[in-house]
């Protein structure tokens, strides 16, 4: 029996695991059930009425866990089109490290993302427990769409082009120049130190602006973003969920200089590395430049990366003009850090 390493359940496994789960099927009502790639569950209350369920937890960082708890939520819910209503929050805080202003401090941060966002938190359960040695968040985020149905990860078509706004590795780059940052202040200068660090706020985890924005343009048919396992292991997560094929090509991936500083540093691989803020969006060729012309009026990068294809091509990357198979990271790079 092979030991499983700190990260993502093999998509091999887990989707075994979800078969047996959902063996003995499910109730009429469940549209978007569990599923390798679908991070939100979505729920018919009526015609053209849906409730859109989504859970995540914050694992790899500490500092301005409340603030990430709110942001990694939200967009688990936005890019099905949907807008982030209501969370609720399971705080596991560490038995020898809490005190009351480690805990006023994280409520203060998950009150002010909240309210950012403009949605309500509405409970949860907080405790110190013993066997941690850093706060554990877990939120399970809600939101209601009405009028039509909403837009998941497994519905690519094949001919898409696959759209990447802002850029890859965002979230990863931030938290290792935390994580590190003694480290990183030769390697990236005072300045590049500071630009690093400020990663979560410029250009920002959140995808739930330009999700809302572009899920309502016609041939907008699947929206991801990617986390834990970077953009390679999403592009993946949405390939098998839609059951197609992909070809990337990697001169087109934007990565930031300093993320590339960083990975470089560490040797690491940025398709591999911690990706909230980015967003892939797989949308018909006839509509795709209206994708980014919306996205790059919200001062965003945007340019697209790929082309969905026939399931029997497989999921390739380009790289000086010759394929090769995309690598998948069920253990994010972040791990060989910190």
């Given amino acids: 029996m092979r030991r499983l390493h700190t990260g993502k359940l093999p998509h091999e496994l887990l989707r075994a695991l979800l078969d047996e ?25 009526a015609p053209d009425d849906y409730l859109v369920i989504s859970s995540d937890p914050i694992t790899f960082t500490a500092e301005d866990i409340g603030f990430y708890l709110v942001t990694i939520n939200a967009n688990d819910i936005a890019v099905t089109g949907t807008r982030p209503m209501y969370l609720v929050v399971d705080l596991l805080l560490p038995e020898k490290e809490t005190d009351e202003d480690l805990v006023a401090m994280i409520f203060s941060q998950i009150k002010e993302a909240a309210s950012k966002l403009g949605l309500s938190v509405i409970g949860g359960h907080t405790e110190v427990t013993y066997g941690l040695d850093r706060p554990i968040a877990v939120g399970t985020m809600f ?18 082009s696959i759209v990447l706004s802002s850029g890859i590795a965002i979230e990863g780059t931030a938290t290792i120049a935390r994580e590190k ?35 309502g343009i016609d041939g907008v048919h699947a929206m ?18 839609s059951h197609k094929g992909i070809i990337v090509y990697e ?4 990565v930031f200089e300093e993320t590339k500083l960083i990975c470089e540093a560490f040797n690491i691989n940025p398709l591999g590395l911690l990706a909230s803020g980015a967003l892939l969006i797989s949308v018909s060729p006839d509509r795709t430049q209206e994708v980014i012309n919306t996205i790059s009026s919200m001062g965003k990068h945007a340019n697209v990366i790929g082309e969905v294809k026939d399931s029997s091509f497989g999921i390739k990357i380009s790289r000086n ?12 790079e972040i791990t060989k850090v910190i």
């Fill in 21 to 45: 789960l959902k063996a003995d099927g499910m109730d009429s009502s469940v549209v978007v059930g569990p599923g390798v790639g679908l991070d939100s569950a979505v729920i018919r209350l």
């Fill in 143 to 160: 939101g209601r769409l009405r009028g039509r149905a909403p837009i998941t990860a497994a519905g690519m078509e094949e001919g898409d």
């Fill in 224 to 241: 991801h973003d990617p986390t834990e396992g970077g953009i390679s292991t999403a592009l993946h997560e949405m390939a098998s969920a």
């Fill in 321 to 332: 003009g010759r394929l090769y198979d995309l690598p998948i990271f069920s253990q994010d």
């Fill in 251 to 254: 001169e087109k991936i934007h």
């Fill in 181 to 215: 940052r003694e480290l990183l202040r030769g390697l990236l200068g005072e300045s590049g130190l500071e630009r690093a660090l400020n990663f979560i706020n410029d250009p920002g985890i959140s995808v739930v602006d330009i999700a809302l924005s572009v899920a």
